[in-house]
């Protein structure tokens, strides 16, 4: 049965992943992109799948009330996967206003319209937030994040995060919503902005410059491939529980540090450097303010009631980005030069005023 989707923020990283998985794997679905393309949103990511009649992008802010309400009343919408979000932590730390505005105020808008347009029937309607581990706090040496686990956010990034996942079961259990969260580890692989660790250490080292790391690089983080939390995202979206949570992560934890030396040593083979060539580009900086110490996430409740299993190992994903990120030089310029930002001016402006 054909539904029509709204997926928030689908010209980012995990989102233009999520946009091409369900284009291409639901047909049956309309599926509209709406994001603000800010500087984490590039269309230039979804190029493969922007001529397919299943998809449609709609350039806007997930604040902005009286599209919101244009949206659903002019394509009944009968899910929402939200994932538009300001989300890197040092951003947060300097402007915090702007993470409150679209995380916690965006969420506000789109939960209110699906309560004005939505008649709560749980089988036809879901709201779906996809969210971070990050609202959880910080972990010691042992222990694991889980669907159970207090809410403690150390970041402006974080607490913003907790605050729409707040209002999104406050929606639930006042207005019988129906809606879902999932809390997800890091995320790596292609098409991730450069400013984040992975993309950053591939690019520096490329271009011999120094590899900025926090502190002692003691930090540690659990990694997911991207890929195999779509495939998450796609098993909650049609089979979890309505109300509930699912945290979502890798089994893979990796201090900083470790991690970047690691992506070194790859660097170093398949650039054909002399080995311990990029570890020499290693500069340690001033710790981040409130810098968490470790997540790790315990996925047991999606493997035993959904079936979900990651299927790439670390060390394939991380040859894998390495080599997509070697092979994508264009779109790395574009995104480093600013160009992408004119894609949809480019493309997508031209298009429409040729249809009309």
């Known amino acids: 049965m054909g539904k029509t989707i709204l997926i928030t923020g689908g010209a980012g990283f995990i989102g233009s992943h999520v946009v091409r998985w369900f284009v291409n794997h639901y047909p049956q679905y309309q599926i509209l992109n709406l994001d ?6 590039n269309l230039e990511n ?14 806007g802010d997930i604040t902005d009330e009286h599209l919101i309400e244009s949206l659903f009343a002019e394509y009944s919408i009968d899910a929402v996967i939200h994932l538009a979000a ?36 749980p089988e036809k309607h879901l709201f779906y937030q996809v969210s971070t581990d990050e609202v959880y706090g910080s972990l010691g040496p042992t222990g694991y994040f889980s669907e159970h686990s207090k809410y403690d956010p150390r970041s402006p990034y974080a607490a913003s995060k907790a605050g729409a996942d707040h209002l999104v079961r406050a929606y639930f259990h006042t207005y019988q919503l129906p809606v879902v969260i999932s809390n997800c580890s ?7 902005f450069p400013e984040k660790l992975i993309p950053l250490v591939i690019r520096n080292i490329q271009q011999n410059k120094p590899i900025p790391v926090y ?27 309505r109300g509930e949570t699912y945290t979502i992560g890798g089994n893979n934890e990796w201090k900083n540090i470790d991690l970047v030396k690691f ?19 290693i500069t ?7 810098h968490d110490q470790r997540y790790a996430i315990d996925a047991s409740r999606i493997r035993r009631e959904l079936g979900w299993e990651p299927s790439v190992s670390f060390e394939e994903g991380i040859s894998r ?23 949809y001016e480019q493309q997508y402006v031209i298009r429409e005023h040729t249809r009309s």
Request: hydrophobic share 35%; charged share 25%.
């Open 186 to 192: 890091n995320n790596y692989g292609p098409y991730q």
């Open 263 to 281: 992506i070194c040593r790859l660097m170093d083979e398949k650039l054909g450097r002399a080995p311990g060539s990029s570890e020499r580009l």
């Open 215 to 241: 502190g002692k690089g003691e930090n540690v983080r659990d990694w997911l491939w991207v890929e195999d939390h779509v495939r998450a995202i796609d098993l909650i979206f049609h089979h979890g529980k």
């Open 321 to 343: 980005t390495i080599d997509w990120y070697l092979s994508h030089q264009q779109w790395l310029e574009h995104v480093t030069s600013g160009t992408y930002q004119q894609y």
């Open 86 to 121: 300001e989300s890197h932590v040092d951003r947060s730390i300097m402007d915090p206003l702007a993470f409150v505005r679209t995380n916690v105020l965006g969420t506000a808008v789109l939960l209110n319209a699906c309560r004005q347009h939505w008649n709560a029937d």
């Open 36 to 41: 603000l393309l800010t500087y984490a949103g």
């Open 284 to 290: 340690f900086v001033k710790d981040r303010a409130g």
């Open 46 to 59: 979804l190029t493969d799948v922007e001529h397919l009649p299943n998809y449609r992008f709609i350039k």
